[in-house]
């Protein structure tokens, strides 16, 4: 059977499973999960680099419910680590979802909540953690978990772990778990660090590698709008005003930039919500859901949340902040353009901030197009209170009202937000 035509039926998977991934509505997969789950159930261990949004989470779930099937219940076979409370959350769900013909059952561990409902989890009947390394660490300190029986892990999200300082804790934890396990690794890059940790943790891995592990999603157009500093939150607010940005998630470099920023937008009528690591896990929840279910058209996130935030149709991400890292800025525009959709990036880079964006173009192998709102006050000067904007309307966009304008020498043939071949095609 042609690849493009193959489907989960053909992958070796218990009917409970295919049952699963039926209700769901999965049919075809991937091409990490067509790639990795094979060699996966067979036992082999797995390096998987793809782009964020391919399907990573299930090609890793599938093998190990697959392989557990059969195991005794009561005992940990399976551990997932992963960086972000939100991720071991939605990780957590989705194994539910796919395990839901199986007695195999999950447990989520993360910061920012009571250890006691964790602590019980552990002790009962889980046969698979999900956990975040800070708050295992914890647990395994205090003698909560037993990872005698250990046949999986999973370090999913490697190259972000990097990102935010967990390796020291991943190694920590690696050195007190069996060697005799399989260990499966997913990355949407691969940093010399992480290279490094998986020939140091993973025995003859089988590399499967989708596409270009260091450039943005495919189906992402990207623009940079140069804008002085001060008027950044100003020039976002009139951004908004185009109805085809439906559903629009912003990130910001530090926790307080994110919370002035969610207030300015809430004072210029635009519903938004902050997400963060100083927000209480209720908080976080509530903020995704509203942003899921449209209640918030506006997200407004650090990066400490960009590997966290697994929502459908978001139509456009903004970089309110252009970040250091070069391979942050790829794992944020990832959260558009997921699944083979398309969606759009908008930098909004200050003179400071130039450098940081060609390190960016150098990473990604092509040049971001610059470019301008005609009829915008760019002048350096603080900025009026924004005019309100309400919400944007159902049942399409407005008529294009800015003509193409080429910015400098930026190329990209004078795309501006508002031009039709910059709009999300859906």
């Known amino acids: 059977m042609a690849e493009e035509e193959s489907t989960f ?5 218990h009917a409970r499973l295919q049952r699963g991934i039926e209700q769901i509505g999965y ?17 082999r261990d797995i390096i998987g680099t793809s782009q964020t949004g391919t399907g990573k989470t299930a090609a890793f779930l599938l093998p190990i419910l697959e392989r557990l099937l059969d195991q005794p219940p009561g005992r940990i076979y399976a551990l997932v680590l992963t960086p972000t409370r939100e991720l071991a959350v939605q990780a957590e ?18 910061g920012g909540v009571g250890m006691a409902d964790q602590e019980r989890g552990l002790a009962g009947r889980a046969e698979i953690v999900i956990a975040t390394p800070g708050r295992l660490l914890d647990h395994m300190q205090r003698g909560h978990v037993d990872f005698r029986a250990l ?3 999973v370090l999913d999200e490697a190259d972000r772990m990097l990102d935010m300082g967990f390796l020291p804790d991943v190694r920590r934890i690696l050195s007190q778990l069996p060697r005799e396990r399989q260990t499966l690794l997913f990355s949407a890059t691969m940093p010399p660090e992480v290279v490094r940790l998986s020939r140091d943790f993973l ?13 943005a999603a495919v189906g992402v157009s990207h623009l940079a709008l140069p804008v002085p500093a001060q008027r950044k939150a100003g020039l976002l607010v009139e951004l908004l005003r185009d109805a085809m940005m439906t559903s629009v998630l912003v990130f910001t470099r530090t926790k307080h930039r994110a919370d002035h920023l969610g207030r300015q937008l ?32 506006v997200l407004v996130a650090t990066d400490i949340a960009a590997r966290g935030i697994d929502v459908k149709d978001v139509s456009h991400v903004v970089n309110f902040d252009v970040p250091h890292e070069p391979e942050t800025y790829v794992h944020r525009v ?9 969606g759009d990036a908008y930098t909004l880079v200050s003179p400071e901030e130039e450098e940081d964006l060609r390190r960016i173009e150098r990473l990604i192998g092509m040049p971001i197009p610059r470019s301008t709102i005609p009829g915008f006050d760019y002048r350096a000067r603080d900025a009026p209170a924004p005019r309100p904007v309400g919400p944007a309307p159902r049942g399409g966009g407005r008529p294009n009202r800015y003509p193409p304008r080429r910015y400098g020498s930026g190329g990209g043939g004078g795309r501006t937000p508002r031009s039709p071949q910059f709009r999300r095609r859906r």
């Open 9 to 13: 039926q053909d992958l070796p998977l």
């Open 27 to 43: 049919r075809v997969p991937t091409p990490i999960q067509r790639g990795a789950i094979p060699p996966a159930v067979l036992g």
């Open 93 to 110: 769900r989705f194994l539910r979802q796919l395990a839901g013909h199986t007695p195999l059952r999950g447990v989520a561990v993360y």
């Open 151 to 153: 046949k999986i892990l």
């Open 203 to 215: 025995r003859d891995p089988k590399l499967v590698q989708v596409g270009e592990t260091t450039v």
């Open 266 to 297: 809430e004072h210029a009528g635009i519903p938004t919500a902050v997400i963060h690591g100083n927000r209480s896990q209720n908080q976080r929840t509530a903020a995704l859901e509203g942003f899921r279910s449209a209640r918030h058209r």
């Open 334 to 342: 990832g959260r558009t353009a997921r699944a083979q959709q398309r």
